[in-house]
Every structure is written in structure tokens, then in C-alpha cells.
């Protein structure tokens, strides 16, 4: 089975630090975007970064800098160092990847079951 398994979060303070990590399990021919979303109280989900497997990031309005996305490839692996924390970075982060399943070759979008990051002092 083909799944998502997201590692990291819980609290920090204002002006801390932070990395999620998110693996790919399973069997796969190939995995395309990979990335983070956040979803804030009462609010929508909304991109926090991806990036692509020519490492092409893309990141939200309100990151600002503080936030950078990597990826390993070979591990199908991302990571998200989170700097500069802010309280209203406080949200459950969810990976997501588009990936090719082995053998069948279905297409697919995979989510993580969400982690949570509080920032507040």
C-alpha cells in the first residue's frame, strides 16, 4: 500500500524553529510534486510549499522567506525547515504527493494524515 508517513511538528515558541519531514511508502514507479499544506482553524486548505522532482520550489504568499523545501529523490523524501516562527503559522500540516503506483501505473494523489505545529509562547 502506497501512503504518505509524516514525521515532526508539536510546539514551539514565536521566533523558533521547526522541520516536517514525509516520506513515500511503499511501491512506486514514479513520484512528481511533493509538498506541504496547512489547514488554520475555520480556514481552507492553502499551499505552504512544493517542489517538484527538477527541485522547483513554489511557496506561499505568507511564507516570506522564513520556510525552505527540500527533497532527496532517491529516498522520496521531502523536508520543510520551518524558521522564523510566527503564532499564526499554528495549523496542521499535511504532505501531499502525485505519484505513479508500480506495476499499474495509476495515478494518484496521496495525503498524510496531517501533523500538528503550535507556535505560542
Known amino acids: 500500500q502506497v501512503q504518505l508517513v509524516e514525521s515532526g511538528g508539536g510546539s514551539e515558541q514565536p521566533g523558533g524553529s521547526t522541520r516536517l519531514s514525509c516520506v513515500v511508502s511503499g511501491n512506486v514507479a514514479t513520484v512528481n510534486m511533493m509538498g506541504w499544506y496547512r489547514r488554520l482553524p475555520e480556514k481552507q486548505r492553502e ?5 517538484t522532482s527538477y527541485q522547483k520550489t513554489t ?3 505568507f ?3 522564513r520556510f525552505t523545501i527540500t527533497r532527496d529523490n532517491d529516498k522520496n523524501m521531502i523536508h520543510l525547515q520551518m ?5 499564526e503559522d499554528s495549523a496542521v500540516y499535511y504532505c501531499y504527493a502525485h505519484v505513479y503506483e508500480a506495476g499499474t501505473l ?4 496521496l495525503w498524510g494524515q496531517g501533523t500538528q505545529v503550535t507556535v505560542s509562547s
Do not use: M
Open 63 to 65: 511564507v516570506e522567506g
Open 59 to 61: 511557496y506561499g504568499s
Open 83 to 87: 524558521d522564523r516562527l510566527k503564532p
Open 47 to 51: 499551499l505552504v510549499a512544493r517542489i
Open 106 to 109: 495509476n495515478e494518484r494523489d
